[in-house]
């Protein structure tokens, strides 16, 4: 069983930044992949970016290239997501997940586990 919590959601204007952090618990956290998703209403929950194990292999969708950065420390059970350059479009309910046995997890179907969720809303 692994526990996934988030934070760091909130209100931000066009062009600025936020830091979402994803806080695991129950398993040993550096043995597997994280990921972050986000949905709309309406949407389907879809990939943002993933991070490997041991943090050295990272993949990004291609609206979160050059602007978002995913990153863990192990040592914290923690992954981190740092968002520059925010866009209205990028408001959203934003999850983490885990896979258990996957090396990346790049579809909500790859997903053991999920947090409850962060709101991040960008006024234009």
């Known amino acids: 069983q692994v526990q996934l919590v988030e934070s760091g959601g909130g209100l931000v204007q066009a062009g600025g930044s936020l830091r979402l952090s994803c806080a695991a618990s129950g398993r040993t956290f550096s043995s597997y992949a994280m990921g972050w998703f986000r949905q709309t209403p309406g949407k389907e929950r879809e990939f943002v970016a993933a991070i490997s194990r041991s943090g050295g292999s990272t993949i990004y969708a291609d609206s979160a290239k050059g602007r978002f950065t995913i990153s863990r420390d192990n040592a914290k059970s923690t992954v981190y997501l740092q968002m520059n350059s925010l866009k209205p479009e990028d408001t959203a309910v934003y999850y983490c997940?885990?896979?258990?046995?996957?090396?990346?997890?790049?579809?909500?179907?790859?997903?053991?586990?999920w947090g409850q969720g962060t709101q991040v809303t960008v006024s234009s």
């Open positions: 997940a885990t896979s258990l046995n996957l090396v990346r997890i790049t579809t909500r179907h790859d997903a053991d586990y």
